[in-house]
């Protein structure tokens, strides 16, 4: 059986999450311009945004990969005393396990670039399982100026309980990250190191690969729904739709 790779990050994964009304304002726009009622989140994670989804009062259901990931998920929802179905499921098969299609399906913070996925597949399935006017909408933090000088390290967390590091090597298009999470404890004997590698894809190659899968992209560079931009935006976000 595979390894869940997120099993010794899930518990602490929510302290690098922080409120952000622009990214929520961003959502509510954009699945009020294509009249989204029903909603997969196929990356759900912790499930944050699975209850922010359904504050909104759409239709929402979530799947993930990670059996640790969906643990937590599941424990949010039923702190927050809802009734949100959840699934495991690869987003690269997606058919084998969701009969109905979906307003909008959601692969959120990098998830698709994972360097286990075969982009085009997920993408496709994604597409099955995706009603005709439907939305796929996916982003990441990679852009062409930031990739120009790509960066090595971000302290994402730091307070009195909990430290969290990235450092982030780069070799050909393959970016490694690894997270350094330190417990503060008088024994500092909670430390953990996590690595996880993705795949840097930029604006031409979402381009070619919209193309390949017959999706047209319509392509942000923040969540301020500024149109994207290679020599500024410092955020990429891609809502696709069938042709």
Not at 204 to 232: E, F, P, R, T
Request: aromatic share 12%; proline share 1%.
């Amino acid at each position: 059986m595979e390894a869940d790779k997120y099993s010794n990050i899930a518990e602490t994964y929510d302290y690098m999450l922080f409120e952000n009304t622009e990214r929520e304002n961003f959502f509510v726009k954009i699945f009020d311009q294509y009249k989204v009622k029903s909603i997969l989140d196929c990356a759900c994670g912790t499930g944050k945004d699975l209850v922010f989804f359904n504050s909104l009062k759409y239709d929402i259901t979530g799947s993930d990969i990670s059996d640790s990931m969906l643990s937590m998920a599941q424990k949010r929802i039923e702190e927050n005393g809802l009734n949100i179905p959840l699934f495991k499921a690869d987003y690269q098969f997606l058919e084998n396990t969701f009969t109905a299609k979906f307003d909008a399906i959601v692969c959120l913070s990098n998830a698709i670039n994972d360097t286990e996925t075969d982009v085009e597949k997920a993408l496709n399935s994604m597409k099955n399982v995706l009603n005709n006017q439907g939305i796929i909408i996916f982003d990441q933090g990679q852009t062409d100026i930031s990739m120009q000088n790509p960066p090595c390290h971000s302290l994402e967390v730091n307070n009195k309980d909990f430290s969290r590091l990235f450092t982030m090597d780069y070799k050909m298009d393959i970016m490694t990250i690894k997270i350094f999470d330190l417990v503060h404890t008088d024994s500092l004997k909670d430390f953990r190191i996590n690595e996880f590698k993705f795949k840097i894809r930029l604006y031409d190659d979402w381009i070619k690969i919209l193309n390949k899968v017959n999706l047209h992209g319509d392509y942000y560079g923040n969540w301020d729904s500024v149109s994207y931009d290679k020599q500024n935006s410092r955020r990429l976000i891609i809502v696709a739709k069938k042709k």
